[in-house]
Structures are given as C-alpha cells and as structure tokens.
Nanobody, 122 residues
Framework: QVQLVESGGGLVQAGGSLRLSCAASGRSFNVYAMAWIRQVAGKEREFVASIDVSGDDTYYGDSVKGRFTISRDNAKRMVYLQMNSLKPEDTAVYYC???????????????WGQGTQVTVSS
C-alpha cells in the first residue's frame, strides 16, 4: 500500500500558474501509475492527467491539454502537476492517486491522497 500527500494548492488569478506536488510513502513507488484527479463539490470526479511507471507516457483530460503537465521523480517518490494558464473553471480539490495500471478514469486508481484546494479567481 502507498500513502499520498498533496501540497501546493492555493488561490491564484486567472492566467496564473501553480505547481502541485504529491509525496508518496510506503510500498515501492515505482510500481504505480500515478494520476491527478479533481473534484468540485457536488460534481463527479474528473480525470486531469496520468503518467505511467517510467514517466514515458502521459495522458491528459481534454479540458487541460496544452496547459497542464504531469511529471514524476521516482528517486524522490514525487509526482507533480504544473498548471499554467489557469481558468476559473479549474477551481477544484485536486487529488493525487496511484494505481497498478495507467488509466484515464478516476475509478482506475486504488489509492488516494486527501486533496489540495485550488481556487482560480477571475
């Protein structure tokens, strides 16, 4: 099992940038595909981005393509989400998630962090 802790959320103006970090502990980190998933209160979870074990393959939700970049550092057991050109509709709680297979749906992930709030003001 792996434990995940997100950080880096906050308040930013539209057009600005934030970098989210996810620190993993527990079982070997480099057996897991990783993802960022977001959720607005009262709405379903939305896939944002995922990355395979090696970091060679990445996937993005349509709403963030070209603006967000996912990356990982297996030596440091970290996953990152660089978010640029932020929009008010990016406002959500962002969760880091781990799974055994890289997937593009939230249900494909087995372990989740507690989330970090991102708020984008207009």
């Amino acid at each position: 099992q792996v434990q995940l802790v997100e950080s880096g959320g906050g308040l930013v103006q539209a057009g600005g940038s934030l970098r989210l970090s996810c620190a993993a502990s527990g079982r070997s980190f480099n057996v897991y595909a990783m993802a960022w998933i977001r959720q607005v209160a009262g709405k379903e979870r939305e896939f944002v981005a995922s990355i395979d074990v090696s970091g060679d393959d990445t996937y993005y939700g349509d709403s963030v393509k070209g603006r967000f970049t996912i990356s990982r550092d297996n030596a440091k057991r970290m996953v990152y989400l660089q978010m640029n050109s932020l929009k008010p509709e990016d406002t959500a709680v962002y969760y880091c998630a781990a799974g055994y297979i890289v997937d593009t749906v939230p249900s494909g992930y087995d372990y989740w962090g507690q989330g970090t709030q991102v708020t984008v003001s207009s």
